[in-house]
């Protein structure tokens, strides 16, 4: 799973929908937790809740200047509603017409103060789409979030 630079706690609220996730990104969105690390030489982190807001603005095919030629791109914000700055992970799962869930990837929000708002756009790797075409993607839902203090 991939896992892009950026700072933020995260619950996302997109069309009356409880939703978490971090990544620029444009479509549908649900709820989900997060995931972060360490580095071997500083003190182990301690997982929280994800106190924050993430919005998922759109999701489309589109022809991006980073992620390429008709590429599913995810805009999206995430914003720290704790009281403490925080790194944050959101997982995002992308689905078929069916609902199903095809693959996911993953963003990341960093040193994200409180009250401050991150914003980015992400899309999926084709090896990360494993369960059919990546031409098939119809929508996508944040997994998971976590927040990492440090």
Not at 14 to 36: I, Q, R, W, Y
Not at 45 to 61: L, N
Not at 107 to 131: H, W
Request: aromatic letters at 6%; glycine letters at 12%; a negative charge.
């Amino acid at each position: 799973m991939r896992r892009l630079g950026l700072v933020a706690a995260v619950a996302v609220l997109v069309g009356g929908s409880l939703l978490t996730a971090c990544n620029d990104s444009t479509t549908d969105t649900a709820s989900g937790d997060g995931k972060g690390g360490a580095s071997s030489s500083a003190p182990a982190a301690k997982k929280s809740k994800a106190p924050a807001d993430v919005k998922i603005v759109s999701a489309k095919y589109e022809d991006h200047e980073v992620w390429g030629d008709h590429a599913f791109v995810v805009r999206w914000e995430l914003t720290n509603t704790g009281t403490k700055a925080g790194n944050f992970y959101a997982g995002l799962d992308f689905t078929d017409a069916d609902g199903d869930v095809m693959g996911s990837t993953g963003i990341t929000a960093d040193k994200l103060g409180p009250g401050k708002t991150a914003k980015g756009d992400s899309a999926p790797l084709p090896a990360e789409i494993t369960k059919g075409d990546i031409d098939a993607i119809k929508g996508v839902t944040v997994s998971e979030v976590e927040r990492m203090d440090y």
